[in-house]
């Protein structure tokens, strides 16, 4: 079976702003003309008016210029949700060029509200297995803020906001996205690190941090990379990987390996981890993706003689 080619490369196009950007991108290469560059101008200027007087319960189609500019974000952060579901960027553009913009926003809504739903449905699952930390960013930004989201979020005039500022930081960084899109993404990675930590001890995973920083619980880390680290180095010196422990003298002989050595034993050890602990797929799938960081970083640590930070041992906090 013939593919056809994707003329439009997906990574010109902006996760935060979708619409704006196929537009863009379509208006360059030719696929949407001058003609569909006005009717979208019109049509947009018709659906900035009607939320205008929904905001304003009907009193009137005036607001400030900031308010305007918020609400015609949200019209096309909307619209970008429907555009998104099309199978190609080419298929978006073609939906924009036949349909009107009233009707792709409309399909848009109901992506949003079913996207709301998935949210509240990750949210019920973290909130009832949050790992157990001292850490006040964990929680605070998990199930306070989260709370404050869907408590705040008002999806059909602003629903490119984010509401929350995500202060705990995930290893993998905070989605490129806005809206529920980002909540989405941010929740979905969450579950898979905190799924991680509670295959180990509070206690001992408590005491590891405690030898990185003795405020950790003041600090907004993320405890998922060190836990994820210490897993690497039992693993890699053959100690069980739920111990959070490594015999640090066969790690220092490995570090003074051959490079490609190193890599390839850390990569390994990767995998006995995820066996060991019996990932899910979607956790396994996580740890796997964010392997090449973890090992990264041991090797920075390594090259700035900071291995005592990076190999921790609990021996002495227990």
């Known amino acids: 079976m013939l593919v056809k080619k994707s003329i439009i490369a ?18 360059k290469i030719g696929l949407i003309s001058d003609e569909t560059i006005e009717k979208i101008g019109r049509e947009s ?4 008016k009607t939320q205008t007087e929904t905001l304003t319960d009907g009193k009137t189609t005036s607001v400030k210029s900031e308010t305007a500019e918020k609400l015609l974000s949200s019209v096309y952060y909307t619209v970008g949700l429907a555009l998104k579901a099309e199978p190609s960027p080419e298929a978006a553009i073609e939906k924009i060029n036949e349909e009107s913009l009233s009707s792709i926003f409309k399909d848009g809504q109901k992506i949003l509200l079913r996207k709301i739903g998935v949210c509240r449905l990750l949210f019920k ?3 009832k297995s949050l790992f157990p930390t001292p850490n006040e960013f964990y929680r605070s930004t998990f199930i306070d803020g989260m709370n404050g989201f869907f408590k705040a979020y008002v999806p059909n005039l602003f629903a490119d906001n984010k509401i929350i500022t995500a202060d705990y930081p995930l290893y993998v960084g905070l989605p490129d996205l806005d809206g529920v899109e980002f909540i989405e993404k ?14 180990f001890s509070p206690n001992k995973v408590n005491a590891l941090l405690l030898s990185l920083d003795e405020n950790y619980k003041d600090i907004p880390l993320n405890i998922y990379g060190f836990t994820a680290i210490a897993t690497l180095s039992s693993a ?3 100690k069980p990987v739920r111990s959070l422990e490594c015999d640090k003298k066969v790690f220092k002989d490995l570090l003074n390996s051959e ?21 899910s797929d979607s956790v396994r799938k996580y740890f796997i993706n964010t392997l090449p960081e973890l090992i990264s970083s041991i090797l920075r640590s390594n090259e700035l003689n900071a291995f005592e930070k990076t190999v921790l041992n609990l021996a002495n906090k227990q």
């Open 259 to 279: 490079l490609d050595e190193v890599i390839s034993a850390l990569k390994k050890s990767g995998e006995i981890v995820a066996s060991e602990l019996g990932l």
């Open 236 to 238: 890699v010196t053959e």
């Open 186 to 199: 941010y929740l979905d990675y969450a579950l898979c690190e905190n799924a991680f930590l509670n295959c």
């Open 125 to 127: 699952r973290l909130e």
């Open 10 to 27: 997906a990574n010109k196009l902006s996760g935060k702003h979708y619409f704006r950007s196929l537009v863009a991108e379509g208006k």
């Open 45 to 48: 200027f018709v659906l900035l």
